[in-house]
Nanobody, 129 residues
Framework: QVQLVESGGGLVQAGGSLRLSCAFS?????????????MGWFRQAPGKDRDFVAA????????YYADSVNGRFTISRDNANATLYLHMTNLKPDDTADYYC?????????????????WGQGTQVTVSS
């Protein structure tokens, strides 16, 4: 059974920083460990669709970012400790949303929500102006 548990959200002023964590464990239905899966961060503001934020390959070698966060956010993972991170800097009020981590396939690095198989419960980030 796959488990993804996000933490680290909160209230921060514009220009501030936060680091989100996602503890992951378990195996996909195929038997593959989540350690060997691409992972991503998505966010969803009230009344809006779930949007791609960042994704990372299973081996840390490749990262992709939405244009809106490129240069401000950094995705990373520590497979030895089974944790995915999203370091967010220079936060803006438009970054306010619930943030979700997700686990997907091994070799692709998807940017669409439907391409991910497993999701956490989310953590709320609020950026005040």
């Amino acid at each position: 059974q796959v488990q993804l548990v996000e933490s680290g959200g909160g209230l921060v002023q514009a220009g501030g920083s936060l680091r989100l964590s996602c503890a992951f464990s378990g195996r996909a239905d195929s038997g593959r460990s989540i350690t060997n899966s691409a992972m991503g961060w998505f966010r969803q503001a009230p009344g809006k669709d779930r949007d791609f934020v960042a994704a990372i390959s299973w081996d840390n070698d490749n990262q992709y970012y939405a244009d809106s966060v490129n240069g401000r956010f950094t995705i990373s993972r520590d497979n030895a400790n089974a944790t995915l991170y999203l370091h967010m800097t220079n936060l803006k009020p438009d970054d306010t949303a619930d943030y979700y981590c997700a686990a997907g396939p091994r070799f692709a690095i998807p940017t669409q929500p439907h391409q991910y198989d497993y999701w956490g419960q989310g953590t709320q980030v609020t950026v005040s102006s």
